[in-house]
């Protein structure tokens, strides 16, 4: 039974960086079938996939949108996924999830969601 739960600042200025942290428990990121993805929502946007990280590979994927501004990143000791999204403008003002797909379960969906957070992006 894996749980996540992201943590991180609820406020960021325009043009700075964002931060999250994601926690895992209930299993380790140091297993094979670990892909740990970073999505957002709002209500200007709707759903949007940022990327994810294949945590054994150590090798992270992003969408096109992002992948000049984002680093998705792990910490094994820790059993954290990490988001840092530079830049942010206050259009990017959302609900920020990590959610982890079961590599090892033949179906491509998220198995695992964290409760999101909510950050704003000030002006």
């Known amino acids: 039974q894996v749980q996540l739960q992201e943590s991180g600042p609820g406020l960021v200025k325009s043009m700075q960086t964002l931060s999250l942290t994601c926690t895992v428990s209930?299993?380790?990121?140091?297993?094979?079938?670990?892909?740990l993805a970073w999505i957002r929502q709002s209500p200007g946007k709707g759903l949007e996939w940022i990327g994810y990280?294949?945590?054994?590979?150590?090798?992270?994927v992003y969408s096109s949108a992002f992948r000049s501004r984002a680093i998705i990143s792990k910490d094994t000791s820790k059993n954290q996924v990490t988001l840092q999204l530079m830049s942010v403008t206050p259009a990017e003002t959302a609900v920020y999830y990590c959610?982890?797909?079961?590599?090892?379960?033949?179906?491509?969906?998220?198995?695992?969601w964290g409760q999101g957070t909510q950050v704003t992006v000030s002006s």
């Open positions: 209930g299993g380790s990121i140091t297993g094979n079938n670990y892909f």
């Open positions: 990280i294949a945590c054994a590979a150590d090798i992270s």
């Open positions: 959610a982890n797909e079961d590599g090892s379960d033949g179906k491509e969906a998220y198995d695992d």
